[in-house]
């Protein structure tokens, strides 16, 4: 019904950047909040950066200052900017979406994830 992809991972030095795509597809008829989540090995999966139907954004204080979150709505995309890319910043990068299908009460999405790898 609803499909999440991500694009745009990939291996990157210190300090250099990356900027991550989610494009959702399927019977969409509302998307609420989307955001940005990471796993890296051995540890859970947190919370990088949300941004809400009206466009009001919270970030994980590891990320502010560094990371911008934004979503085009007519396109049904968001994006995540991510300069001065830390090593602790590899993980697997998530995209999630709230998303009401067919105007029903709406229900978690998530992709499938894009790896992130900080490393010279």
């Known amino acids: 019904q609803v499909q999440l992809v991500e694009s745009g991972g990939g291996l990157v030095q210190p300090g250099g950047s990356l900027r991550l795509s989610c494009g959702a597809s399927?019977?969409?008829?509302?998307?609420?909040?989307m955001g940005w989540y990471r796993q890296a090995p051995g540890k859970q999966r947190e919370m990088v950066a949300t941004?809400?139907?009206?466009?009001?954004?919270n970030y994980a204080d590891s990320v502010k200052g560094r990371f911008t979150i934004s979503r085009d709505r007519a396109k049904n995309t968001m994006y995540l900017q991510m300069n001065s890319l830390k090593p602790e910043d590899t993980a697997v990068y998530y995209c999630?979406?709230?998303?009401?299908?067919?105007?029903?009460?709406?229900?978690?999405?998530w992709g499938q994830g894009t790896q992130v790898t900080v490393s010279s």
């Open positions: 399927g019977s969409i008829f509302l998307i609420y909040a």
């Open positions: 999630n979406g709230r998303i009401s299908v067919g105007g029903t009460k709406a229900d978690d999405y």
């Open positions: 941004i809400s139907l009206a466009g009001g954004t």
